[in-house]
């Protein structure tokens, strides 16, 4: 409940009091259906087109921190290090300016669709700035996040989206993800796909 009310808070500050109202409306008075995908880090990534000026890196939350005094109106997905308590991103940057960012999560941090197997993680909290979208930035750093977790001797990354958010979906497409099934929420009724590994 309480990663609620800060996510909230995040929510009001990035998009304002009737934003944060449909993002509770939607999250947890409806019922909701998603899509949940697999990819096996062994498997090799598809070719990916990049422009010279993005540049995607692991960053540390004390950048982080110092990304949002500078830019203050950033997205909600901005935050989730302080209301999911996460710790492992990965910002996306076209020139100077951080454009996307994409959080990484680990066995016992908090999945909220997933429980991990100490050998597999999950990509979460995802956004892109709606003026820089188009410029494969999800992929690009799904491509740096699964190089990054083969060199930590990963074997699987999971993602999950609503089944409805059709630009997520073709995004996921791009990085040859597998569907491994659906899971409804409702409310605070949100069980997790548990691995077998």
Same mark, same amino acid.
Not at 37 to 61: A, C, G, N, T, Y
Not at 94 to 123: C, P, Q, T, Y
Not at 150 to 179: D, P, Q
């Given at each position: 409940?309480?990663?609620? @009310?800060?996510?909230?808070? /995040?929510?009001?500050?990035?998009?304002?009091?009737?934003?944060?109202?449909?993002?509770?409306?939607?999250?947890?008075?409806?019922?909701?259906?998603?899509?949940?995908?697999?990819?096996?880090?062994?498997?090799? *990534?598809? !070719? $990916?087109?990049?422009?010279?000026?993005?540049?995607?890196?692991?960053? =540390?939350?004390? +950048?982080?921190?110092? @990304?949002?005094?500078?830019?203050?109106?950033?997205? %909600?997905?901005?935050?989730?290090?302080?209301?999911?308590? =996460?710790?492992?991103?990965?910002?996306?940057?076209?020139? %100077?300016?951080? $454009?996307?960012?994409?959080?990484? &999560? *680990?066995?016992?941090?908090?999945?909220?669709?997933?429980?991990?197997?100490?050998?597999? /993680? +999950?990509?979460?909290?995802?956004?892109?700035?709606?003026?820089?979208?188009?410029?494969?930035?999800?992929?690009?750093?799904?491509?740096?996040?699964?190089?990054?977790?083969?060199?930590?001797?990963?074997?699987?990354?999971?993602?999950?989206?609503?089944?409805?958010?059709?630009?997520?979906?073709?995004? @996921? /497409?791009?990085? +040859? &993800?597998?569907?491994?099934? !659906? @899971?409804?929420? *409702?409310?605070?009724?949100?069980?997790?796909?548990? =691995?077998?590994?």
């Amino acid at each position: 409940m309480f990663s609620i @009310i800060k996510k909230g808070i /995040a929510t009001i500050r990035s998009k304002g009091i009737k934003e944060t109202f449909y993002w509770f409306y939607f999250g947890y008075l409806k019922v909701n259906k998603f899509f949940l995908f697999r990819r096996e880090l062994d498997h090799p *990534f598809p !070719e $990916v087109p990049k422009r010279d000026d993005i540049i995607i890196k692991q960053i =540390s939350l004390q +950048e982080l921190r110092e @990304i949002r005094q500078n830019y203050p109106k950033l997205p %909600e997905e901005f935050f989730c290090d302080i209301f999911e308590g =996460s710790k492992t991103c990965f910002v996306g940057f076209v020139g %100077e300016k951080a $454009v996307h960012i994409m959080w990484v &999560f *680990f066995a016992n941090e908090g999945s909220r669709f997933f429980d991990l197997g100490e050998k597999e /993680a +999950e990509i979460n909290y995802i956004v892109t700035l709606p003026e820089f979208r188009g410029l494969n930035l999800y992929p690009l750093t799904v491509k740096v996040v699964s190089d990054w977790l083969i060199n930590n001797h990963y074997k699987r990354l999971y993602v999950v989206s609503h089944g409805t958010n059709i630009n997520a979906l073709k995004s @996921i /497409a791009k990085c +040859e &993800f597998n569907k491994i099934g !659906e @899971i409804t929420h *409702f409310g605070f009724w949100r069980p997790k796909w548990k =691995s077998d590994l």
